[in-house]
């Protein structure tokens, strides 16, 4: 039986990890190879490290510590910020990176979804997508969030993987780091429409919430930074609730 | 003993490295792991490992680029018999072909296909992507200190479909039976990947280290 994954979130800014509240007012989380090392040991299902400003200074992601910090992952790690080229996917990859996420590149150069997924696999690509909320529908944003499209998501999230996305990150800007949970309505309405996996993203404050995400939401994976980073709960305790609310989840 | 993990431009040459170096580590025999990406070093090997993340063509295209190295592996595996162990598209290659983008031949060293995973139900997602359980013949010294129904790390849109069932030591479940492991002789592939699955990962790949087929 496949299992529900729960991928604890490193943000990771000038080497740092930080944690924000709506994509801004940036917090110290500590040191990722260190952070690494912690999820690891507990178990996590997967690891994501996210360089949020790698797009928005216009340069590339911090290979180096992309690389200490997968020496310390004995699971899966995604890895995505300023991911412009096959050559920055590659580059990833040999640098420990397992999936490679894609997010304002998706969208200024489509065609690297394309490509990536014909060279590197399907499997290998990650497409993120920040979204906001905006009356009924939901508009998507880059550049770690400071740039407005007019891409309706749900729209967007079934473009890329008919492109080749093997899966889709999927981050409520209006809930991120404000702990009210997922925007479930956004998480159902792409579930039920790409044939991929989603992880859901944004808003988790409780360990209800990462159920939710899954029930409700129709995610495969759950994914939070917060609740995990300042040690509100573990992966265990995380474990446990969705065991106990009948999902399934490795022991 | 000296293991050469072959680098052919392909996929986590790292993470594939980094969890032999620790399995060997914790194993404390004089084991030597390499990378590879050359015949004349592939020749000193006394085990051989081909990872594989990516697209069967590309993986296949990435080998032959590779002068004389398809040969070699034959040589080496076929005629003698040196342990082998394929991981994810490294296992697929095995196979006589591939049908993933095209038609593309493998090194059919164990007859069957390649084909996309089946959707059988609506909410079912491909690729096949997370831990899932693994099911197998306990009695394998691969499985040695493994426990039946352990979680290892799947991702994969295609599965090989082995032609004869006998070859097929593990199997795990995703909309029907995947092969988890196949085994001939001297020759094993996981679709799984060892080096992603943690501690069930880390202590498979010491079975393959102390594995004498």
């Avoid at chain 1, 949020?52 to 200074?57: E, Q």
């Avoid at chain 2, 993933?100 to 059988?120: A, C, P, R």
Wanted: glycine content about 10%.
């Amino acid at each position: 039986m496949l299992k529900t994954r729960i991928i604890p979130c490193l943000d990771v800014k000038d080497g740092r990890v930080v944690k924000g509240i709506n994509f801004v007012d940036l917090k110290d989380a500590g040191d990722p190879v260190e952070q690494a090392k912690v999820y690891d040991f507990q178990g996590a299902d997967e690891l994501c490290f996210l360089d949020i400003t790698a797009s928005s200074d216009n340069r590339n992601i911090l290979l180096d510590v992309v690389n200490r910090t997968a020496d310390q992952c004995f699971m899966p790690l995604t890895v995505g910020g300023g991911v412009r080229s096959l050559e920055d996917i590659r580059n990833l990859l040999l640098a420990g990176a397992d999936k490679v996420g894609i997010n304002t590149s998706a969208i200024n150069n489509p065609i690297l979804i394309e490509e990536g997924a014909n060279k590197f696999g399907s499997q290998c690509i990650v497409v993120a997508i920040d979204v906001k909320k905006n009356k009924d529908s939901w508009t998507v944003y880059t550049h770690g969030g400071r740039k407005e499209t007019r891409i309706d998501a749900i729209e967007w999230a079934e473009l890329v993987t008919e492109k080749g996305a093997g899966e889709l990150l999927i981050t409520s800007m209006d809930r991120d780091g404000t702990g009210k949970g997922f925007d479930v309505d956004l998480l159902k309405a792409i579930t039920s429409k790409v044939p991929v996996p989603v992880i859901a993203s944004g808003g988790v404050g409780t360990l209800e919430h990462l159920v939710q995400g899954v029930k409700e939401g129709g995610a495969n994976a759950v994914l939070a930074a917060s609740i995990f980073h300042f040690g509100k709960y573990n992966i265990q305790d995380a474990r446990k609730a969705m065991t106990e609310a009948g999902l399934n989840t490795r022991l | 003993m000296r293991v050469g993990i072959i680098d052919y431009g392909s996929g986590n040459i790292r993470s594939v490295f980094k969890s032999f170096e620790k399995a060997s580590l914790l194993l404390d025999k004089n084991i030597q792991i390499v990378i590879i990406d050359n015949v004349e070093e592939l020749k000193k090997a006394d085990k051989v490992v081909l990872p594989g993340v990516g697209a069967f063509a590309d993986c296949m295209q990435g080998l032959n680029n590779i002068n004389g190295l398809v040969e070699l592996l034959n040589k080496m595996v076929i005629e003698d018999s040196k342990a082998f162990m394929g991981i994810c598209v490294g296992m697929q290659l095995l196979a006589n072909f591939s049908k993933e983008y095209g038609y593309t031949e493998g090194l059919s060293w164990i007859d069957g296909e390649v084909t996309s995973i089946v959707k059988v139900e609506e909410e079912m997602k491909v690729p096949h992507m997370g831990w899932n359980s693994v099911e197998f013949d306990q009695k394998h010294s691969l499985f040695r200190r493994i426990k039946q129904d352990e979680d290892f790390y799947f991702v994969h849109s295609y599965k090989f479909n082995v032609q004869n069932n006998k070859f097929v030591l593990a199997k795990t479940h995703y909309g029907g039976d995947i092969a988890a492991v196949v085994l001939k002789d001297n020759i094993m592939g996981t679709q799984f990947h060892p080096e992603k699955s943690q501690d069930a990962g880390i202590q498979f790949i010491k079975n393959f280290l102390e594995w004498a087929p």
